[in-house]
């Protein structure tokens, strides 16, 4: 499907909420499979924040998986003035939350990113805890509200237009999550498709806040959609 | 302070939301420092959860501190139908987290009974998140909303109470936390002083909802109030 996307002259942009490797691993993975992608065409947290971050001239204290770090690489982090969250999977020690915690609290305006607001995901030994649930427990002890940069914001879709070069009205969204794929697209202006495979559940075609523009079976039946209509 | 209130004839009891060691632990410490205090004298979170498990015949998964475990010592705990959260404190890992979030996430109506909803506390190696975070991290994840059994909870109160033997109005809370302690007692329908050391801080004085009976520099001066009344 991606390589009739592709040939068609359609422009293609991955866009993860994948905060457990770098940009680089991730595509290195999906190569693995014979997907034909670079880092280019992959739109991620980590660098939306590190954008963030630069913009903003914060300094952030990480909380995120060994193997996210070096997408931080060239972000200063000494004295920390902001905490940034992600899966941090076996990093989210008690020791690591209270470290967290203690620098956010000593703020006299706590800054949070948070790189996603997932609540679990699951692997081949079980369902996990993901990034958003650790993220209101930081909010709560120190009554503050995340920034969140992952998938549904706003803006983490209109960068991954950035990196098109399109309008959103020109743009359609095909993933299987009703909230962080379809709704957050719509709010940027796109039409979304959802995928009836991965995520999806039966009662996603009843939500009652995210009507997606339509419903196809899977992936290959989006692609034969759009290019059906071009 | 508590020896002048025993010998004036007054009822007394300890309201305490300590989750990390049984009642006869604690009730140890302050013997050791000379406080003359039984056990029946201490109400606690954890004696009020396993009176509402027996009465509605749940079988908890707990995540608890060690030392808090004999408190569970006569409930049933095979085949577990509800999580019972309290200040774990190293026993919070990501492992066991995901352990109590599966068994609820699995469970038809997910029943989470938590022993405070505390932020954050100070040890002498600094501050700690406290179970609420914890509460809040699960409640996100399973979409549920937790039952507090600790202070502020309104049955936490009645316990004590009934334990005195007294109506509500025949009673008088003393606390330094002006929500837990004041709230707490006076949404119960008792008066509630709040002394000004321990945790008060001077902007509890301009608190939008809770409004204390009266504030006291010390547990010694309230005492003093109350003796003279009677």
Known sequence: ??????A?????QLCTNETQATRENFVRKLRAMGFDISVAEVTAPAPAACHLLKERGLRP???VHDDLVPEFAEINKTNPNCVVLGDAAENFTYANLNEAFRLLIGMEKPVLISLGKGRYYKETDGLKLDVGAYMKALEYACDVQAEVVGKPAKRFFESALAELGVPPEQAIMIGDDIVSDVGGAQQCGMR???????????????????????????????????????
Chains 1, 2 share one sequence.
Do not use: C, M
Not at 1 to 6: D, E, G
Not at 8 to 12: A, F, H, I, Y
Not at 199 to 221: G, I, T
């Open 8 to 12: 068609s002259g359609l422009k293609l």
């Open 61 to 63: 204290h990480l909380l």
């Open 192 to 230: 979304a498709l959802q995928v009836r495979t991965g995520k999806f559940r039966p009662a996603d075609e009843n939500h009652p806040v995210v009507k997606p523009d339509a419903y196809v079976n899977n992936l290959a039946e989006a692609v034969d959609i759009i290019l059906q209509q071009l």
């Open 1 to 6: 499907s991606l390589h009739r996307i592709k």
